[in-house]
């Protein structure tokens, strides 16, 4: 590269120049995934372990209400039951107390979850909420926005 070339790609813009940055990549799609996606079963069973811990080792199976991807980024919106359809028995888990204070709203959760080179991870998650628990998520996590909508 000669110096010349060089010295114009270093040099700071001259004086009233407007230098407009690059524009930025279109964010990806989001996209609800639903019964025969491909997607639908690696992305729950990405978060059925984290929740089977949180729930005393209870197995679990997914009622989805709403499941989103939109780039790296999934969103699940549902209840959890027992493979057998049964509810869960909260009683036996982290939740007994609040469920008895009336302060849980099981069997409803959320989840965000991120693909990594090790493929589909939790990010955080919320058993029983009283109140839409992912608005701060965005903020929180650095998820599209889009995602929960």
Do not use: C, K
């Not at 302060?103 to 409803?108: A, K, L, R, S």
């Not at 959320?110 to 955080?124: C, I, K, M, N, Y």
Request: glycine share 10%.
């Amino acid at each position: 590269m000669s110096l010349l070339i060089l010295s114009l790609i270093l040099a700071p813009p001259a004086s009233g120049v407007v230098v407009e940055p690059a524009p930025m990549m279109a964010q990806a799609r989001t996209r609800d995934i639903g019964v025969g996606d491909p997607l639908r079963r690696p992305l729950l069973n990405a978060l059925r372990p984290a929740i089977q811990r949180d729930l005393g080792g209870q197995p679990v199976q997914f009622m989805v209400d709403r499941l989103r991807v939109q780039g790296d980024w999934a969103f699940f919106d549902g209840a959890v039951q027992q493979p057998n359809g049964r509810p869960i028995d909260f009683s036996r888990t982290r939740y007994a107390s609040a469920l008895e204070n009336g302060v849980f709203d099981g069997p409803g959760m959320f989840g965000l979850l991120r693909r990594s080179g090790q493929g589909w991870q939790v990010v955080t998650f919320v058993v029983g909420p009283t109140d839409v628990a992912y608005l701060d998520w965005p903020a929180a996590h650095g998820a599209p926005t889009d995602l929960f909508e």
